[in-house]
């Protein structure tokens, strides 16, 4: 069965410093999603992207994120200038279509450490 | 008022037992309610979902949802302790680019 990747499992970093994290979505799919979940906290949407742009944005994805499809199997989260409280889980996901009922599959997420 | 609530649990329950999960919501556009499992160190995984009230069953998994109340339910009959897990409740809007809000999710464990 296919299913979305992401690398790596775990990745620390010292503050101020750029990570990227990486996902390979389902291959037939066309809609990208980066969520993430800070420890003993919700899952939270961070951005969508369709058509090499990105469709939707939260509050949370501000200038320090960005979103990139580098190749036509990559799918890349780039935080400029890490923060402490960028630590969390990261979760990239992938759909067919952009519909409420069209299903999000998620990848295993990596685990984002900021000291 | 948060737009999702979800007791975080945990939730114990005897192998073989119903289980019943809940959430609540203020938000009145929410039409598509989905229930997702998250294994530990694992992504969410999409069980079910529903649009607008009442009921959908598959396998050993019920979704209810009652708009009138804002509250949704998943029930799991015949509990196993592969069940073991936390279950995140989620729901959108009608509209295509309408985000999914997700509860905090309930952790579950089934005791053999």
């Known amino acids: 069965e296919p299913e979305v990747t992401q690398t790596p499992s775990h990745q620390v970093t010292q503050m101020g410093q750029e990570v990227i994290l990486r996902c390979v979505p389902i291959?037939?799919?066309?809609?990208f999603y980066w969520y993430r979940q800070i420890l003993g906290q919700k899952v939270e949407f961070l951005v969508s992207?369709?058509?090499?742009?990105?469709?939707?944005k939260s509050e949370i994805f501000d200038d320090q994120f960005s979103v990139e499809r580098p190749d036509g199997s990559n799918f890349t989260l780039k935080i400029r200038s890490t923060k402490l409280e960028d630590s969390a889980m990261y979760f990239c996901?992938?759909?067919?279509?952009?519909?409420?009922?069209?299903?999000?599959?998620f990848g295993p997420g990596t685990r984002l450490t900021v000291l | 008022q948060k737009e999702v609530e979800q007791d975080p649990g945990p939730l114990s329950v005897p192998e073989g037992a119903i289980v019943s999960l809940n959430c609540t919501y203020s938000?009145?556009?929410?039409?598509?309610f989905m229930w997702y499992r998250q294994y530990s160190r694992k992504g969410p995984e999409l069980l079910m979902y529903?649009?607008?009230?009442g009921n959908k069953e598959d396998g050993r998994f019920t979704a209810q949802v009652d708009k009138s109340s804002k509250y949704i339910s998943l029930f799991i009959r015949d509990s196993q302790p592969s069940d073991s897990a936390t279950y995140l409740c989620?729901?959108?809007?009608?509209?295509?680019?309408?985000?999914?809000?997700f509860g905090k999710g309930t952790r579950l464990h089934i005791l053999p």
């Open positions: 992207f369709y058509n090499n742009e990105i469709s939707e």
């Open positions: 996901a992938s759909s067919e279509g952009s519909g409420s009922t069209d299903t999000q599959y």
């Open positions: 938000n009145s556009a929410f039409q598509y």
């Open positions: 291959s037939n799919h066309l809609y």
């Open positions: 989620a729901m959108s809007g009608w509209n295509r680019d309408d985000k999914i809000i």
């Open positions: 529903t649009y607008s009230s």
